[in-house]
């Protein structure tokens, strides 16, 4: 097998994996690995923007308070107060690198989203996340220690001695395998969106990350706590596009058909409660009236702003025939975030040495059971830049791979039937996720869900062990190991939290948070104080202290 080597290895190029790069560029040679195309992540698809305190109108404490709020009470504090007071920090080198951020009388225009108690959204107008991703390609290629490796999928970590020391990857293009070899690795590598039906996140999206470190035997925490973007635009050649908080900020309505708002039957905050409140609260007025969607009324936001703000969201909307001046929009729920992943500890350092964690893969404990409003492109930056500054301490203790791993490599490869069985098991294992480990899910329909999925695991063993592996089968695996870890962690959790909503369990979903996250927080630590780590554990005493009243499997 080819090997290519560096010091550090980065697995996926969106904001966490590229800001890490551009970071510790002097800190040795890098190598980014990344499925598809160098842009396509979750990143590019960004809309509202990055929270951050950014005058004197605003304060960390508030931010603080509004993400664990937000997070039901279960978030790291600690974790939240370095993001929170980093955010300020870290804009500013963005700005530095070429971040083009929306202006208003030289001062950061800022945007409101859900939850947060002041406008605090650092944006470039509706298309944030696209614009950062190109400034940091452009700062990324500008370095001569960082290569890309575009069309090269991870297949597997290189696990050596109880460290890792690199991954093999499947080279798309000339379909051979490749062992990069390094002393750190990083997984940057985005959620799983696409393990749900309807989903904001892109097709890259399948949960690769989960799906390797779990097989490395990376403790992965709290996957069952997946949010629901409320407001998808609900139209047949929309493909999940999102419809920014950020428009709700702006003074748009969530409004039944008749036009009536109804957000404030369940929370003060209407329309911008946090997002697991508004998503529930659509799902049961989707219901009561039988219908598939909402609406969203946009028509008292003034055209000036629309015009400024949010130019792609209006340009996709006219483009389907909706005005969003004259018309309502129709929008309904789909799957945005996963608040878990591989567990972190507060450098990014995952439960196996030399293993780091960073953005939607890790679970770093600042989203707590559900994440606030541009929070994830935030977390992105802070722990790009607490894992950078790690490695700069730590790299040279790091050592290198001695053997050459062993890979099997099966040359036949997959006919048409095989091809269908591929699409067909992909969407199955979706429908399965969004019908049985959805917004509302019941104790029966996770365990008919757990269920389901049985028998699909073991075709898709039988396919892994007869055909060659390409890009869809390796995204088929990673989607049902996704699936699988929600699903277990969703049956383990036997009370509501943030996003994790069984019904008939007895809790309040629909009122405001204060009470119910001091009750709901110590009766999980309570329930799960002696959870016992897995014992290739390995962590920080910062790191065990995250974790020791969450979720690990
Ligand atoms: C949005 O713009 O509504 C999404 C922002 C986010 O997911 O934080």
Same mark, same amino acid.
């Given at each position: 097998m080819k090997v290519i080597e560096s010091d550090i290895l980065v697995i996926g190029s969106g904001i966490g994996g590229l800001f890490f790069s551009s970071k510790a560029a002097a800190t040795g040679t890098i190598n980014i690995i990344t499925k598809a195309a160098i842009d396509e992540s979750n990143t590019k698809l960004a809309q509202g923007g990055i929270a951050c305190v950014n005058n004197d109108h605003d304060n960390f404490e508030s931010h603080i308070n509004d993400t664990l709020l937000a997070g039901a009470g279960y978030c790291n504090k600690e974790a939240v107060e370095l993001m929170v007071t980093q955010a300020p920090g870290l804009i500013q080198e963005l700005i530095e690198i070429g971040v083009k951020f929306s202006t208003e009388k030289n001062e950061l225009n800022l945007g409101k989203e859900g939850g947060h108690s002041h406008h605090r959204i650092v944006h470039s107008t509706d298309i944030t996340g696209s614009v950062i991703e190109q400034a940091l390609i452009k700062n990324v290629a500008l370095s001569d220690t960082i290569q890309t490796y575009e069309y090269f999928i991870a297949v597997k970590l290189v696990v050596e001695d109880s460290c890792c020391c690199g991954a093999i990857a499947l080279d798309l293009k000339n379909d051979e395998y490749v062992?990069?070899?390094?002393?750190?690795?990083?997984?940057?590598?985005?959620?799983?969106?696409?393990?749900?039906?309807?989903?904001?996140?892109?097709?890259?999206?399948?949960?690769?990350?989960?799906? /390797?470190?779990?097989?490395?035997?990376?403790?992965?925490?709290?996957?069952?706590?997946?949010?629901?973007?409320?407001? /998808?635009?609900?139209?047949?050649?929309?493909?999940?596009?999102?419809?920014?908080?950020?428009?709700?900020?702006?003074?748009?309505?969530?409004?039944? =058909?008749?036009?009536?708002?109804? *957000?404030?039957?369940?929370? $003060? *905050?209407?329309?911008?409660?946090?997002?697991d409140i508004v998503s529930r609260a659509i799902y049961a007025e989707m219901k009561k009236l039988n219908l598939s969607h909402l609406f969203l009324d946009a028509r008292s936001v003034s055209p000036t702003t629309i015009?400024?703000?949010?130019?792609?969201?209006?340009?996709?909307?006219?483009?389907?025939?909706?005005?969003?001046?004259?018309?309502?929009?129709?929008?309904? =729920?789909?799957?945005?975030?996963?608040?878990?992943?591989?567990?972190?500890?507060?450098?990014?350092?995952?439960?196996?040495?030399?293993?780091?964690?960073?953005?939607?893969?890790?679970?770093?404990?600042?989203?707590?059971?559900?994440?606030?409003?541009?929070?994830?492109?935030?977390?992105?930056?802070?722990?790009?830049?607490?894992?950078?500054?790690?490695?700069?301490?730590?790299?040279?203790?790091?050592?290198?791979?001695?053997?050459?791993?062993?890979?099997?490599? /099966?040359?036949?490869?997959?006919?048409?039937?095989?091809?269908?069985?591929?699409?067909?098991?992909?969407?199955?294992?979706? $429908?399965?996720?969004?019908?049985?480990?959805?917004?509302?899910?019941?104790?029966?329909?996770?365990?008919?869900?757990?269920?389901?999925?049985?028998?699909?695991?073991?075709?898709?063993?039988?396919?892994?062990?007869?055909?060659?592996?390409?890009?869809?089968?390796?995204?088929?695996?990673?989607?049902?190991i996704t699936a699988e870890l929600i699903l277990n962690a969703?049956?383990?959790?036997? $009370?509501?939290?943030?996003?994790?909503?069984?019904?008939?369990?007895?809790?309040?979903?629909?009122?405001?948070?204060? =009470?119910?996250?001091?009750?709901?927080?110590?009766?999980?630590?309570?329930?799960?104080?002696?959870?016992?780590? =897995?014992?290739?554990?390995?962590?920080?005493?910062?790191?065990q202290k995250t974790y020791n009243t969450r979720h690990v499997s």
């Open positions: 062992f990069f070899k390094s002393r750190a690795t990083v997984l940057a590598s985005g959620g799983g969106g696409q393990a749900y039906l309807h989903t904001t996140n892109p097709l890259v999206a399948c949960g690769d990350g989960y799906a /390797i470190a779990s097989e490395a035997g990376v403790a992965i925490a709290d996957m069952e706590f997946v949010q629901f973007h409320p407001t /998808i635009f609900h139209h047949e050649n929309a493909n999940g596009f999102l419809i920014s908080e950020a428009l709700r900020g702006a003074g748009a309505e969530l409004v039944l =058909p008749n036009g009536q708002p109804f *957000m404030q039957n369940y929370h $003060t *905050m209407g329309s911008l409660a946090p997002r015009k400024e703000h949010f130019p792609n969201i209006n340009e996709t909307c006219l483009a389907s025939g909706i005005d969003m001046q004259y018309h309502l929009i129709p929008v309904s =729920p789909a799957a945005h975030f996963i608040c878990g992943g591989a567990a972190t500890d507060l450098d990014g350092c995952t439960s196996l040495r030399q293993l780091y964690a960073i953005g939607e893969v890790a679970c770093t404990g600042v989203h707590g059971a559900n994440r606030l409003a541009s929070n994830s492109l935030l977390e992105g930056l802070v722990f790009a830049h607490q894992v950078s500054e790690h490695l700069k301490k730590y790299i040279l203790n790091y050592k290198y791979s001695v053997l050459l791993p062993e890979f099997q490599m /099966i040359q036949k490869r997959k006919s048409p039937f095989d091809e269908l069985t591929i699409r067909s098991l992909r969407r199955s294992i979706q $429908t399965i996720m969004w019908e049985k480990a959805g917004i509302v899910r019941t104790e029966v329909g996770m365990m008919e869900g757990k269920q389901k999925l049985h028998p699909i695991g073991i075709q898709i063993q039988q396919l892994l062990a007869d055909i060659k592996m390409d890009r869809e089968l390796i995204e088929l695996k990673s989607i049902f969703a049956i383990k959790r036997k $009370t509501n939290l943030g996003t994790h909503y069984v019904e008939p369990f007895n809790t309040i979903p629909f009122t405001d948070y204060s =009470p119910l996250a001091k009750s709901e927080l110590s009766k999980v630590k309570e329930m799960t104080a002696n959870t016992s780590m =897995p014992k290739y554990f390995y962590a920080s005493s910062a790191f």
